[in-house]
């Protein structure tokens, strides 16, 4: 799966749940033209310090994307911002399409 198709779910995910979260653009062609940085955006606490709410997205973004975070949560220590988790969910996708010894698509 690509970065940018991730990157995009991850967002409109975490905007929906976390209403503190500006709402992503309604096209997402024009990535340059993107006013909040939403890769360098902490989760906790500027987003939400909420730890149901941090632990319905985990559950929202592993159903999407079907990985596990196992002990590690978005906004824990090494997962603070949008681009981390980002980061986190390809790479256990692609770990995921190497040990099937698939391809992305």
Do not use: C
Not at 7 to 21: D, F, Q, T
Not at 25 to 43: M, N
Request: glycine letters at 4%; proline letters at 6%; hydrophobic letters at 35%.
């Amino acid at each position: 799966m690509e970065r940018k198709r991730i990157r995009e779910e991850v967002i409109e995910i975490l905007a929906y749940k976390l209403h503190k979260l500006p709402s992503p653009p309604p096209s997402w062609e024009d990535d340059d033209d993107e006013e909040f940085d939403y890769d360098s955006q902490v989760l906790r606490p500027e987003i939400t310090d909420n730890h149901l709410d941090i632990a319905e997205v985990a559950m929202d973004l592993e159903d999407a994307f079907g990985i596990n975070f196992e002990d590690i949560l978005p906004g824990d220590a090494t997962m603070e911002t949008i681009g981390k988790v980002v980061d986190f969910i390809e790479g256990r996708i692609n770990s995921t399409l190497a040990k099937a010894g698939r391809k992305d698509d």
